[in-house]
């Protein structure tokens, strides 16, 4: 993984409280219903793409989710979120990596992110990306970006905005979409932060 991307988010799970930074969520609201909307087995495969030490996992825990994957570059974050689950943490598979360099023997039945997509700024970057989750994945996917109403910049980097039309087109014509949904997100130091959420399901499913 590049050293450089590494090293920031190092940086910044080092140096930030979950209250010090933008995208902490007390409750995964969206996300959560979305998940829960797929009406998947309890010992579906999920994974967390940029899951950092978001409380997503936490949730999906207490829900009785089994199989259970967070991904995130920075090993900083992952020890967050382990020390903070304790011993149930132990079911999850925890990964640290850049989701770039993402290799997986196992496919997913669904995967989440709120995290890292919209950090992706170029055409072979999001081509790559599309890639891996149409390789990885066997039935739903749960994205969200930086609606056009959103910021244009997250942790001083650039970002690429979506709208609903926008997301769902990357990941056609093997994905389509099954529901939509902007979202203020009050960050918990009191702004607010426009989402676009989209709802995927693999042609077939």
Known sequence: MPLEKKNFWENVYST?????????????K???????????????????VGGGDSLLVDYLLKEGYTNLTVLDISEQAIERAKKRLGTLGNIVNWIVSDVMNF???????????????????????????????????TQYVVMATFSKDGPIKCS?????????????????????????????????FNTIQNFQFVHLTKHGK
């Open 16 to 28: 930030k409280t979950p209250q010090q930074v933008s995208w902490t969520q007390e409750n995964p």
């Open 30 to 48: 969206t996300s959560l219903n979305f998940i829960k909307n797929s009406d998947l087995e309890k010992k579906s495969a999920i994974i967390d």
């Open 103 to 137: 290799e997986s023997s196992k496919p997913f039945d669904l995967w989440h992110d709120r995290a890292t997509f919209h950090f992706l700024t170029n055409d072979s970057e999001i081509s790559a990306y599309k890639k891996l989750v149409v390789q990885h994945v």
């Open 156 to 188: 001083g980097l650039e970002i690429t905005q979506y709208n609903e039309k926008e997301l769902t087109s990357i990941f056609q014509p093997t994905f389509k979409l099954l529901n939509s949904k902007q979202e203020d997100h009050q960050t918990p």
